[in-house]
């Protein structure tokens, strides 16, 4: 089954400067890379989500990278704020038969005012 | 939509006991998980399913149980609660493999 890694699992930024997570996927096949972001005594929620055609999706200040040959994703926060302080969770999944999501274990991002 | 809807928020059991923890979806998603989250850990599956009828152990299934008769209700048994199990429990729900899922508010147990 898939395996999901990720890196770091606690990051301390500066309030403006940029944070980087990265994860890493075992198997080749999956083509579903979400990342979910859980405030503290809250639920996890989807804040962005990359399809493996294509190498890069952005939303305001966060962006995701893919590099299916390397088989690694990471997600990019620039200008971070206070609110942006949350853990982050890393998914792969495989859009085909009954495969489910897979998480990584989590970055407990920490920005520093 | 209400989304994905677990009962109760909080529970207390005393070893040995056993309870169920409810989830309950009206988006009509075919997949739902069970998580367990240790205090400043990972989600931890437990059990997961594909479809009504059809379910199947993640990677801490011991010491539960689940079933799925309908679509919408995904309910979680915990027999013979141990100290062990004292975590937090997320329900999810997705549409199909390769989507955006949905958490509920999740379930804190505490077992004594």
């Known amino acids: 089954g898939e395996n999901v890694e990720q890196h770091p699992s606690t990051l301390s930024v500066q309030e403006g400067d940029s944070a980087v997570i990265k994860c890493t996927y075992s198997d080749s096949a999956s083509n579903y890379f979400p990342w979910y972001k859980q405030e503290l005594g809250k639920r996890p929620q989807l804040i962005i989500d990359i399809r493996s055609n294509v190498g890069e999706k952005k939303d305001q200040r966060i962006a995701v990278t893919l590099n299916k040959t390397a088989k690694h994703f990471s997600l990019h926060i620039t200008e971070t704020q206070p609110e942006d302080s949350a853990v982050y969770f890393c998914a792969a999944s495989l859009n085909f038969g009954n495969e489910k999501l897979t998480f990584g274990t989590g970055t407990r991002l920490t920005i520093i005012p | 939509n209400a989304g994905v809807t677990q009962t109760p928020k909080f529970r207390i059991l005393k070893i040995g006991q056993s309870m169920t923890l409810q989830c309950t979806q009206d988006m009509n998603h075919n997949y739902m998980y069970w998580y367990r989250q240790d205090p400043g850990m990972g989600l931890k599956l437990i059990y997961y399913s594909v479809g009504a009828g059809i379910t199947d152990k993640g990677e801490v299934p011991n010491g539960y149980n689940v079933s799925r008769s309908t679509t919408e209700d995904f309910p979680l048994r915990l027999e013979l609660a141990a100290p062990s199990q004292t975590s937090v429990y997320f329900c999810?729900?997705?549409?199909?493999?390769?989507?955006?899922?949905?958490f509920g508010q999740g379930t804190r147990l505490t077992v004594v």
């Open positions: 999810a729900s997705e549409r199909g493999s390769s989507t955006e899922a949905f």
